[in-house]
């Protein structure tokens, strides 16, 4: 069975993998850190949580070190969940919930820093589940630049 994920910004593909195809597949956890005010991607990553636990560790401390108020999108690939266990706190602080997520299943979620109220997040438990139709949403990210004065 073939499988292939996209993140889409303004229309425009920004992210894609797939399973069984000619396409890269990004395993694990893949963010995008996005510029709301310009619709950019300002970075992309990928932590390949089934084959590392460091891999976990390493999403964790990217995640820490966000600035409060900075704008991720997630989306996991293949198989996220076999290692994620170190990453799980942060996750959480992000309004991430994904301890249930079993053997490849399957997540996406849009999320503020420092805001948890405000994440959007879609999961899909098992394997079973994600074959037949993987997590997915689409949000849509308004506000303004504040300017601050000194």
Known sequence: MTKVGHV??????????GWCTNVPNPR???????????????????????????AATRLSNYLNRL??????????????????????PALQQFGVEVD??????????VAQKGNPAKTVLRKVLTES??????????ATITGKPVLRSM
Request: one cysteine or more.
């Open 67 to 88: 600035n409060h108020s900075r704008v991720i999108v997630g989306v996991s690939a293949d198989e996220p969940s076999w290692n994620l266990f170190n990453a799980l």
């Open 8 to 17: 889409k910004l303004n229309g425009y593909v920004v992210w894609k993998g």
């Open 28 to 54: 694990g956890v893949n963010t995008l850190l996005i510029d709301p005010f310009s619709c950019l991607v300002l970075a992309n990553r990928t932590f390949d949580t089934y084959w590392s636990s460091a």
């Open 129 to 138: 589940e994600s074959k037949r139709a993987s997590a997915r949403l689409n």
């Open 100 to 109: 249930d997520v079993g053997y490849r299943g399957s997540f996406a979620f």
